[in-house]
């Protein structure tokens, strides 16, 4: 079912890349579980030669990912980290990365135990704060990376203001785009060059599948790393491709339902004596709060907060839960509740988590899509064990 470009973002989600079967008509794409194709003869093929240069299962979901996302070209990819390295290996030892200064832990630990070594340098900058990230560019400068929201701070990056910045110096700009998602965030659009998602996260949205993908309007970096993924590996097999296949067609129904939850559970948090302070850009206290606004559908179904007590009170809550689950990763339609200090993020240096903020207190959740008086009750409880 061909589906126009301009189609509604559920029309997309459901039908873009996806035909039925020439076969039999399935309307589901079939898994093409194979790792090779039959030639008719030395390099009289169908365009298919061995499984992880092509698979139609995952080529239906690049391209309805890059139909979401606003986007020419889709690469997915075995996990984010496998997207992460394959934009990196596309890169040269002596270029110079500029990334914000809150970042995922996996990120941060790709860039400083695996790249370093091969001669790349790295720069932290908060991209919040005027004039920080115009200091940090050099002449060795080959690319910039944010996530916003970010990981787990949730401050909300200026994706226009920053990508103009990197233009007018020829600077190529990828944008982490997991915790927004396609649905409520479009960097492309905004002057992105490069979006990554860990599709691991929203994407798959069922806690069952590992993946992550990059899109890009951008002949060049699609060619590159269409021969990295190729060369390099980090391709996804055909039963993970179907699976996040499958959970894109319900992506726009479960995101509403996540930031829906999410507003309450904010407002909860914010109100509650135990709590020290809340991070979640739906929050009119947020100091990106109108940023968010105007580059975001809706401020996703993060939050962080710190708790009271430190991290004997912290233990404590996420021992309590019984709906959050103690557990990291995120955007799966069951709640999840994490300490990032000890889990996610601790990879990062104790001094960095101190400076942005990750102490013994700080908790990050994950708002899944359970009836809403069953969260509040939940935290309620272990807020007050």
Not at 26 to 34: D, E, K, L, R, S
Not at 39 to 62: C, D, F, I, M, S
Not at 113 to 118: A, E, L, P, S
Not at 341 to 363: K, N, Q, W, Y
Request: charged share 20%.
């Amino acid at each position: 079912m061909k589906v126009d470009a301009n189609a509604g973002f559920g029309t997309r989600a459901i039908h873009a890349g996806q035909m039925p079967d020439p076969t039999t008509g399935a309307i589901m794409t079939p898994i093409y579980q194979t790792s090779t194709y039959v030639q008719e003869g030395p390099g009289e093929h169908k365009g298919y030669v061995y499984a992880r240069g092509h698979n139609l299962t995952r080529h239906a979901l690049e391209q309805n990912l890059a139909s979401l996302e606003g986007a020419k070209h889709g690469l997915c990819f075995s996990s984010g980290c496998g997207a992460a390295t394959t934009i990196a290996l596309c890169l040269k030892a002596g270029d110079h990365i500029i990334a914000c200064d809150d970042i995922y832990g996996g990120t941060f630990r790709l860039f400083d135990k695996v790249f370093r070594n091969f001669g790349m340098t790295f720069s932290y900058v908060d991209m919040t704060k005027p004039g920080a990230l115009e200091a940090a560019f050099t002449d060795k400068t080959a690319l910039l990376w944010l996530e916003t929201p970010t990981n787990p701070m949730l401050k909300v990056i200026d994706i226009a203001a920053v990508a103009a910045l990197a233009k007018a110096r020829g600077v190529p700009v990828c944008v982490d785009n997991t915790f927004a998602t396609p649905y409520l965030q479009q960097p492309l659009a905004l002057g992105a060059t490069l979006v990554l998602h860990s599709s691991t996260k929203y994407l798959g949205g069922h806690s069952d599948v590992i993946g992550g993908c990059v899109l890009t309007n951008d002949d060049g970096w699609h060619q590159r790393l269409k021969f990295m993924q190729n060369s390099a590996g980090a391709t996804p097999g055909p039963m993970d491709c179907y699976l996040v296949m499958r959970s894109t067609k319900t992506l726009h129904v479960r995101m509403d339902r996540h930031v829906e939850n999410a507003r309450a559970i904010a407002a909860l948090l914010a109100a509650h004596p135990q709590v020290e302070k809340v991070y979640y850009p739906g929050l009119d206290n947020h100091p990106h709060h109108e940023v968010a606004k105007r580059q975001m559908k809706a401020p996703g179904a993060m939050i962080s907060f710190v708790v009271k007590g430190g991290l004997d009170k912290a233990r404590r809550l996420l021992k309590t839960t019984r709906i959050f689950a103690c557990a990291e990763s995120l955007g799966g339609v069951e709640s999840l509740i994490e300490h990032p200090a000890i889990m996610t993020h601790a990879s990062v240096p104790p001094e960095t988590r101190r400076a942005l903020g990750i102490d013994d207190g700080f908790l990050r959740i994950s708002v899944g899509i359970e009836d809403i008086n069953d969260l509040k009750a939940d935290l309620l409880h272990a807020l007050e064990a």
